[in-house]
């Protein structure tokens, strides 16, 4: 069962939702936008058999209070895997969706000595091919809507709910699989004025997170690419990307049944993706 943690990291507040032994292998789950740690709620018990799980609300979002320094990505992996550390997290597989995949690639980039591996789902990386031709698809226009200065949150604040919802329903796969209860969660973790604008910040921030990734590192640490099967974009130009900023151990993984929303569309396949590249890890 599930159990909730407050853990400062210097003047923030970091809630955590935790489960699983604190001596097996540390399992760290990053939301993306616009989501909270509550993506993972019905993953956590089953990856607790084989995982020490944490799954954090990233900072600002949701029960976690506090602005980070900066909505950078390397800044925020900082962040939570000092929260993970700070209750005794070890062997850390940090995994990521949206943008939590942005931040675990950054643990991986610019934090390698303190993680095991990482995960990085249903995004591209701010700088990697194929960042440009992203940004020039107007299916992405939101891209750029939220790097505007304080015009999205004057048009989405108390309208987070019907807002979000345009995005669940485009990017799941069977959007009836969002459940009303979820999707009111993920809108009151966005509520506040302060949680609104973390989230814009995080688009703000892509730009200097972009210059930053296109600076040559080798990357040491295994990582995973993984993606659900409703997105018909190929999935060798997002490997390549990694690959091409120095990424030397480099996997993929195709999840069926599922848009982005992974633990929620297909919490099965998500799990033993999860799990068989851990065990991969361990070989």
Known sequence: MAERLTIPVGRLNIAVSRAGDAQKPALVLLHGWPHSRA???????ALSVDFHVLAPDLPNIGDSYGAPPSAEKTV???????????VDARDILIAGL?????????????????????????????GLDPWEKLLADPRIWHFAFHNVVDLPE???????RAYFDFFHDVLAAVPKRISQALRD????AYSRPDSLKAGFDW???????ARHNAKPARIEKPLLYARGDADKRPIEPYVDGLKAAGAANV??????GSGELLPIEAPA????????FRARLGA
Do not use: Q
């Open 203 to 209: 688009y703000r921030a892509m730009a200097a997170d």
């Open 39 to 45: 993506l993972y709620d019905g993953v956590l018990d």
């Open 269 to 276: 396949g998500f799990i033993r993706a999860l799990c068989d």
């Open 98 to 126: 949206d943008v939590g995949g942005m931040i675990a690639f950054a643990a991986a980039r610019d934090h390698s000595e303190r993680i095991k591996a990482a995960v990085v789902m249903n995004t591209v990386i701010p």
């Open 76 to 86: 925020l992996a900082d962040i939570v895997l000092e929260a993970a550390e700070s």
């Open 185 to 188: 969660r993920f809108a009151v």
């Open 251 to 256: 996997d993929s993984r195709i999840i069926e």
């Open 154 to 160: 004057t048009l989405v604040t108390a309208r987070e």
